[in-house]
């Protein structure tokens, strides 16, 4: 009898939790976030609002023109319109830079690459080309691990050029300087 009334007793033990929701005064997102349940108004208006900027935001990189390209510390951000023009009929050579956004060792190079972009700008080309966006170029080129660093003179792959994974300062200049040796750019 003892126990069946212990057991009986436990569902009081629990602790009555009671959710409340946060209010915000203000008229910023994190007002309209963050308000009372009495506001279903105002929470479809700011997922509308979220929803048109993705799709917006989403269409950026995949226009029919060709010609969104992006330039970030003498890296110019290309795809696969662009590549034709900007890669294989270039009368320099270029360093194609194979990148993911998700890719942790890609933002690590990102700084060391932007350096060689100036440091070489006389002689060579930079150009970075997002993995997920150009699948083509991925495949044609067979690029299987990022990031992927190709150097294309007179619009072909430079034999032995390939270098996967992240890439010192030093070990790029060294890389860099042995290619353009052996190319004969001044």
């Known amino acids: 009898m003892e126990t069946t009334t212990t057991m009986a007793s436990t569902s009081n033990l629990l602790p009555n939790f009671q959710i409340r929701p946060a209010i915000f005064s203000g008229t910023g997102a994190a007002s309209l ?4 349940p009495s506001s279903n108004s105002k929470k479809k208006l700011l997922f509308r609002r979220q929803q048109s900027i993705n799709r917006s935001f989403l269409n950026l990189g995949s226009r029919s023109s060709g010609r969104l390209s992006i330039t ?17 009929k270039s009368d320099r ?21 932007e350096w060689a972009a100036k440091e070489y700008e006389e002689h060579l080309l930079v150009v970075k080309i997002d993995h997920d966006s150009n699948p083509q ?13 190709i150097i294309f003179k007179n619009g072909k792959e430079i034999p032995e050029s390939r270098r996967e994974g992240a890439i010192t300062k030093a070990k790029i200049k060294e890389y860099i300087d042995a290619f353009l040796e052996s190319v004969s750019v001044p």
Not at 33 to 36: D, R
Not at 100 to 112: F, H, K, M, Y
Not at 139 to 149: H, I, N, T
């Open 33 to 36: 976030l963050f308000s009372p």
């Open 72 to 88: 970030c510390g003498g890296v110019t951000e290309i795809g696969e319109a662009q590549f034709s023009d900007v890669v294989l």
């Open 93 to 113: 050579p270029v360093l194609v830079e194979f990148v993911a956004t998700w890719c942790g060792p890609c933002r690590l190079i990102s700084p060391v690459i």
């Open 137 to 149: 170029l991925i495949g044609e080129y067979k690029v299987y691990g990022l990031p992927a660093l």
